[in-house]
């Protein structure tokens, strides 16, 4: 079986995670702060801040913004059901209220003309997940921004859910260098692994510094990491969301190797695009010129879905939906509402796989699989 993702555990992994495990301090230490000096130089930012996962970044920033924006619950968060539902579920663990927009049929991100027709004056939060790497148009998420600001006098703050997307690029430059909030992930599926690792870019000191005391407890892990009394006053009480020296050292390892698993992620992606255009049953999502998309997934949309994910299966090939839509669960049926053109593609998108391991004898195999029909 070609299986959809595959684990890149580089082998430089070995010696200094055993160096670590037995060196009488495994929590958040120097790894950690290591792992983010590397972060920051990649990303060209000096706000960025790792946390024990993804969507504990995602709740941190949640909880950042409801005292800074003085949020309650009728402030309204937009976003997209075409997600991982950690993507919404610290929405609603904050007790914000969601408002669904539309997905765009072109590239499965969140519909932006759609988003510009929900926006009203209890808008405070666009949210939006990079689906499969491809990044949503900023240029147009800023543009509605400033509209809403010109209508209502507030500008609603941006969370980019960047899990899909390591390495992605808009407009020649690096997710999490757009004014916004954005989140990545490293779990264990992910283009590069911590095992269970994540982290947010941030675009201020003062963000900064308090998601640093709030990731743990509220305390400064940096003083008193040696001090196990945890002397110190805290301000505002915080989470256990902080990484550890054990992810940090396989987080950092492995993204050693991130530009080389991006580019053949993105190598296959290009050979899809090349030779499954025109195939019967297939259609391709559209490219924008400006988005250099990581292509965690390589989503097509295909007529009998449940017919195509068997014949693929049994020739070993594994394809899937990835993820259920999230307005159709118990916990969110209070906001459901009509999404025509989600409805259209959410039971026909399907992903192949596309990641790095995928050789040129797979990819061809696959396709010539998808050719045969199903």
Known sequence: MIP????MMSESVQEPLIKTLYSGYIGQGEKVEEFETVLKEY?????????????SGLHLIYHMLKTKLNLNEKSE???????????NSPIL????????V????????IDLDDLARKITNNTKIISFTHWGGMPVDLN???EICNDTESLFGFRPVVVEDAAHALGAEYNGKKLGNHGNFVMYSMQAIKHVTGVDLGFIVLQNADDYDRSVLLRWYGMNRRVNRLDMRCLGDVIEPGFKFHANDVNAVVGMENFKRLNFVVEKHRENAKYY?????GVDGVTLLERNPLCNSSFWLYTIIVEDRPGFIKAMKERGIMTSQVHERND??????EFVCHLPKYETIVNKQVNIPVHWDVSQEDREYIVKSIKEGW
């Open 328 to 333: 159709r669960y118990t916990c969110t049926k």
């Open 140 to 142: 147009k998420v800023k």
């Open 93 to 100: 663990l904050n007790n914000l209220k969601l408002k669904w």
């Open 77 to 87: 968060v937009l976003a997209t059901p075409h997600t991982c539902f950690a993507s």
């Open 43 to 55: 990303f060209g930012n000096d706000y960025i801040v790792t946390v024990n996962t993804g969507t």
């Open 102 to 109: 539309d997905v765009d049929p072109k590239n499965m991100n």
């Open 4 to 7: 959809l993702f595959k684990v």
């Open 273 to 277: 695009d090349d030779n499954l255009v």
